[in-house]
Structure formats: structure tokens, C-alpha cells
């Protein structure tokens, strides 16, 4: 003989059932969930790849060999034989700024136009490589 299921009847508007409060278990991982990003809020706080210096003066860039240099011309490389461009796009990835911010020149460009530093630095590679 099959199982029968249990006997169903219809609830009316006036039955609701009533609020139940939430169980430990379910307090107890709000409360977890809470104190872990707490922590993740304190470690970034902490983290120096958060705390770059702003300046809210114009970046200036830096003359190489008598000409105005820009941010551009010194992301892509011109004025460089072939050759010398590879090694200087190289020499962009692979060196770190020493403004604070722990990326390599080219990251230091592309994304912090208040940095002083990585401009000078392309510049100066890039006179080495002329």
C-alpha cells in the first residue's frame, strides 16, 4: 500500500501563523558575518596600497633634453628606435615608482596623474635609452 500523503486544509486570513524570532545559529553567523567585515574594513585601512598622497597642485612634467615631455608621449615610447623602445616599455614594467604607491612605472602613469615621481623616472630612462 502507498504512503498517503497528510491530510491538507486551507488556512484562512484569520489563522496566520505567528512571527517567529531568528535562532542562534542564525544570530550567531550575523554576528560572524559582521566582525569579518570589520576586520576586512580594518586591513584595508591599514593596507598602504589605500593611502596614496594627493596633491591638488598640477603635475608638472619634467623637460627631457629641452622639450616638454608628456604623459603620453612617455607611455608610448616615441622617439625611440624599435629597439629601444622594447627595452624601455621593459624597464616600465618592471620598475617600481618610489612615490609610495608599489607599481611599476607604466601602472604609476596610466592611473596617478597627481604623481610627480614616475615621470621623472620614464624621463630619465627614457635618456638613457636615446
Do not use: I
Request: hydrophobic share 40%; with cysteine; glycine share 8%.
Amino acid at each position: 500500500m502507498a504512503d498517503s500523503p497528510a491530510p491538507l486544509r486551507v488556512v484562512g486570513p484569520s489563522e496566520r501563523r505567528p512571527a517567529r524570532r531568528p535562532g542562534p545559529a542564525v544570530v550567531l553567523v550575523l554576528l560572524y558575518g559582521l566582525l569579518f567585515a570589520a576586520a576586512l574594513w580594518m586591513l584595508r585601512a591599514r593596507s598602504p596600497l589605500f593611502h596614496r598622497t594627493q596633491t591638488n597642485t598640477a603635475p608638472s612634467v619634467p623637460p627631457g633634453k629641452g622639450e616638454s615631455v608628456t604623459r603620453s608621449s612617455l607611455l608610448s615610447g616615441e622617439g625611440l628606435s624599435p629597439a629601444a623602445r622594447d627595452e624601455y616599455f621593459r624597464g616600465l614594467s618592471t620598475q617600481c615608482c618610489t612615490c609610495g604607491c608599489e607599481a611599476n612605472l607604466r601602472d604609476c602613469l596610466l592611473t596617478d596623474q597627481a604623481c610627480l615621481k614616475s615621470p621623472e623616472m620614464a624621463g630619465a630612462l627614457m635618456d638613457q635609452l636615446r
